[in-house]
């Protein structure tokens, strides 16, 4: 993934995830009441996931991993304790 800011964000939003097939880029905004915002971009695996299943699955891990520690929900449902 490429590399993020350290801040976490707070206020409440959503994931938009989009996919250019063509450039094989996939790209993840935050989108909140007022619009929506650049979150991060990253190439796809060159290999398929019949190619390469180890490859494809750490790749879908460490995306999931990625979008729910930038979701304010999906960390105070996973670090409850951490956040009081």
């Known amino acids: ?9 707070t206020d409440k939003f959503h994931h938009l995830i989009e996919i250019d097939e063509t450039e094989r880029q996939l790209t993840i905004f935050r ?3 007022s619009g929506r915002e650049f979150y991060t971009s990253v190439k796809l695996p060159e290999k398929s996931c019949d ?3 180890v490859g494809a ?3 879908c ?3 999931g991993e990625s979008i729910l520690l930038d ?3 999906g960390r105070s449902i ?3 304790r951490q956040l009081s």
Do not use: A, N
């Open 51 to 53: 190619e390469d299943p």
């Open 61 to 63: 891990r460490l995306l």
């Open 78 to 80: 996973l670090f409850p």
């Open 1 to 9: 993934m490429s590399q993020i800011g350290t801040e976490l964000p």
């Open 57 to 59: 699955q750490e790749f």
């Open 31 to 33: 989108v909140r009441s």
């Open 71 to 73: 979701s304010p929900s």
